[in-house]
């Protein structure tokens, strides 16, 4: 199956004339209680949700679809699909435009060894020919958009430009690249060149994504890259304020002013604090024990920390918490000590938020956040 038609337009950015942003789908992060939080501190032009597992006897998950039915951002939210079976995804993609999706999303790129195993997600990367077969089902399925989230191979690029062949072969309206290859993980320097080969490449826009730290940082990587924007996921729940930072970097980069560090909003350690507070009201669910709500919460937290202070003091003790009344002692004695200091605009360096995922000595465990 071939499809030479040229993309579809996307649904115009906050700012027309941008750089795109969107936030990364993450598992078990990208719910609707975090676009929620996410879109009171400045939304994203776009929302991507945590994959809907397809496989025989999968049905679209039902706390998935809320952050698709129940989406009151006034952001678009796309739908993203993880599986092979040609048949189950072409059925689950009917299921999903019953609901007021974006588009859907097809993952090829989560380098989580229990996914890419079963030869979907990263996986997919291996086999060019299931990847034509897949393109040429799904794009025939989705009569609006259709874009596809992907890395730049599984342990090398050898595939890399025969599957952007494929992206274009199938006219797919929007590609997301993080440029890391599946067994690269988190650990490695992103390929940025990679992603620029997408984008010279395509026919659609193309995402950045990958260790995208700050406003500065998506700035360089678009220079770099020639991207169309900017995919962030690990570094917006360290920093909830980063869409609002790159709109306005964007606005002060495009307009070709000198870029003072007060144009850009910077918040302060007690405006993390309320973060927190937000963060951990929004997401807490009737029923849920109050000591797995704070297991949740110390994952957010993980990120939250390289930026808090130099040393990891916050890190330390906020893992150490196993009450709520703890927690928030924690987040107290560490945030509000000092409440008018600005909290750091980039990670410190040293400071690990997962240390099985982001050493070279281990290999990843946690697939919970897949961005």
């Not at 039915?69 to 699909?81: H, I, M, S, W, Y």
């Not at 799904?138 to 874009?147: K, Q, Y």
């Not at 500065?216 to 990587?221: E, L």
């Amino acid at each position: 199956m071939t499809h030479p038609l040229p993309p579809k337009p996307l649904p115009e950015p906050i700012l027309p004339g941008q750089p795109l942003t969107a936030l990364a789908p993450m598992q078990d992060v990208t719910d609707l209680a975090f676009m929620r939080v996410m879109a009171h501190y400045g939304a994203p032009d776009y929302f991507f949700t945590e994959f809907f597992r397809v496989h025989a006897q999968s049905r679209p998950e039902k706390h998935i679809l809320r952050s698709i039915d129940e989406n009151k951002t006034g952001r678009p939210v796309f739908a993203q699909l993880i599986g092979e079976h040609v048949s189950d995804m072409v059925r689950t993609v009917k299921e999903l435009l019953k609901h007021p999706v974006a588009g859907i999303d097809l993952n090829m790129g989560c380098p989580a060894p229990k996914i890419y195993k079963k030869n979907v997600g990263g996986g997919l990367l291996r086999d060019p020919a299931k990847i034509d077969e897949l393109l040429g089902a799904l794009r025939d399925s989705v009569p609006g958009l259709f874009t596809v989230k992907m890395r730049i191979g599984f342990d090398s690029t050898a595939h890399y430009e025969e599957i952007l062949g494929l992206i274009n072969k199938h006219s797919v309206d929007l590609l997301s690249v993080h440029g890391r290859t599946v067994k690269e993980g988190y650990r490695s320097e992103v390929h940025y060149d990679f992603i620029g080969t997408a984008a010279r490449i395509v026919r659609c826009p193309v995402l950045a994504n990958g260790n995208i730290t700050s406003a500065d940082k998506a700035v360089a990587v678009l220079a770099e890259s020639g991207a169309a924007g900017v995919m962030m996921g690990r570094h917006a729940i360290r920093n909830p304020w980063i869409f609002r930072q790159c709109r306005e970097r964007f606005a002060l980069h495009t307009a070709s002013r000198p870029h003072p560090p007060s144009s850009v909003f910077t918040p302060t350690l007690a405006d993390v604090r309320e973060y927190v507070a937000r963060l951990y009201r929004e997401t807490q669910q009737p029923g849920v024990p109050e000591q797995a709500h704070v297991a949740k919460m110390k994952k957010y937290l993980n990120f939250v920390g390289q930026s808090v202070d130099t040393d990891g003091a916050f890190l330390h003790a906020m893992r150490r918490a196993m009450t709520e009344a703890e927690l928030i002692h924690v987040c107290d004695r560490h945030l509000m000590s000092e409440p008018n200091k600005h909290f750091s605009t980039e990670p410190h360096p040293g400071l690990i938020a997962r240390p099985n995922c982001e050493t070279p000595i281990e290999s990843c465990s946690l697939d919970s956040v897949s961005a």
